[in-house]
């Protein structure tokens, strides 16, 4: 029998003790580096890291009590002494990580079986309860992860200024719309767009989205702007100077410009292939002689009430606003492959506001505040009903003006964009710096084409641009010309 020498005995003891006191150094070195990064940290993160470490300590116990566990039944696996018959219960939890930031608290879960995105937004009234904070925000970060936001206080409400990008070519392939709630920018696709909506209750920030995009594209000689204000007010006066055409809420004046866009437009259908060696503007990309020509339509219900009444005055206007409906029909429809952008801005985009034909043809939606699930339905689509964190009912407090919520390039789902306050004074300064680029896109398509286009007198006396310039413009004619619509 061999004997244990006592000193190996007296150190054999000692490992408990030794072993828990490594331990006690380990925990305390830990807890040290928490509090030494708590205490450099800045007072307005602190509320956020204690929060962080309340959801990451308790998170276990929080996601079974919410419902955010898997139970499965399984063998115990080949190494247990426990025999293969027996049938084991597991909970899986999602694992999480939680970062503290400036606005509250990051959670990034990964998904787990049948808990993914669905789950962690039924979930997270519950979540918001047991980490006693005011909102909890779920969205789907890619394929396996959910990011749960833990807000303290809304990044989305703190406002952004625009911050003076200057025109690049990437401006007019995409738009940038402004950041997400993590800062990150958002951007909306422009290229092969000919029809855009941005809807949302009166005061909300469309009028200073539109002026955003004017911003940046203004500076470039490849964009052409037709800048209609249905408001009537001064909101325009100043960018006037760097559009093409410029209509306020005079609806005979605006119907004439449309038709002359419309004419663009055909023009361009004929003389495409031949100028540009292509059949979409986009396969090469707008240019100073063929620019991308943008209408910005502001308030633009104005122009699509038809009246009802029988006298003389009421059916004319009638008709101006059927012409006027019909054209910007026809622009979004058609208007895509030869470089036409409409931009439509309205407070209602109901049915009853905007004809359904012209805006269910916009490719593009962005949504500020709405009031009721109609109205959010009838800009973005029946989808946003699935999407209640990015809901436009959401942003009906006045600290989200300028937020909006859109279908963003390369994001699945909406997006909660915040977008940028431009002011009147950049926005004017701009156009007014710009304003030796206005041209008129008529005159340098029959440029292109080798023709001069039809003089005013011309228009009037009803000569179009095609039976004026034959060689210019090839004999297909368009469905419907300029000259049909107008009458
Ligand atoms: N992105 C923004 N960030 C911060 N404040 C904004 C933003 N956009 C707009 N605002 C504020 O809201 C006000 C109204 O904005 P804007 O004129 O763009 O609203 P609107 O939706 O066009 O309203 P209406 O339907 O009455 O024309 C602005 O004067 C500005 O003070
Ligand atoms: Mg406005």
Known sequence: MTTIDPTHLRLLTMVPAVLLGVAAVVATVWLAAHVVRYLLADAEIRPAIRVGWRIRYSWRRTAVRVGLVQTEHVRPPSWSSRPQTVVVRRELVPAVRVRARRWGVEVDASTVGRLGLVEFQHAAGHLADAWRVPQVRVAQVRPGLVRLRALLVDPLTQPTAWDGQTTTADH????????????????????????????????????????????????????????????????????????????????????????????????????????????????????????????????????????????????????????????????????????????????????????????????????????????????????????????????????????????????????????????????DRIAADTAGLVRDPLRLLADAAGATPPSDEDREGGGSFRQEHPAALPASSPPTSGEELRR
Not at 188 to 211: P, Y
Request: charged fraction near 25%; proline fraction near 5%.
């Open 172 to 427: 007019l392939e995409t738009w940038s719309a402004g950041v997400d709630a993590d800062s990150q920018p958002v951007t909306i696709r422009s290229s092969g767009v000919s029809g855009v909506v941005v809807a949302g209750l009166a005061g909300f920030g469309k009028t200073s989205l539109l002026n955003a995009r004017f911003c940046q594209l203004a500076p470039s000689p490849a964009v052409q702007f037709v800048l209609i204000d249905g408001k009537g007010g001064p909101d325009y006066d100043d960018l006037f100077v760097r559009a093409w055409l410029a209509a306020k809420d005079d609806p005979e004046q605006v119907r004439d410009h449309l038709v002359r866009v419309h004419e663009l437009m055909t023009g361009r259908q004929r003389c495409i292939r031949a100028v540009l060696g292509v059949k979409n503007v986009w396969h090469v990309g707008p240019s100073a002689s063929w620019p991308l020509v943008v209408v910005v339509i502001d308030e633009a219900h104005t122009f699509f009430n038809e009246s009802k009444g029988t006298d003389v005055e009421s059916k004319k206007r009638d008709a101006v606003a059927r012409q006027t409906a019909r054209l910007v029909e026809e622009l979004v429809r058609k208007g895509r492959n030869v470089g036409i952008q409409v931009i439509l801005a309205t407070q209602k985009a109901t049915g009853d506001a905007i004809p359904t034909r012209i805006r269910d043809n916009c490719q593009v939606a962005v949504s500020f505040a709405q009031r009721t699930s109609e109205a959010a339905t009838a800009v973005l689509g029946s989808d946003i009903t699935g999407f209640p964190d990015e809901h436009p009912r959401r942003l009906q407090d006045p600290a989200y003006i300028g937020v909006a919520s859109m279908v963003a390039e390369g994001r699945p789902g909406f997006t909660l964009v915040r977008t940028p306050y431009v002011s009147d004074a950049t926005a």
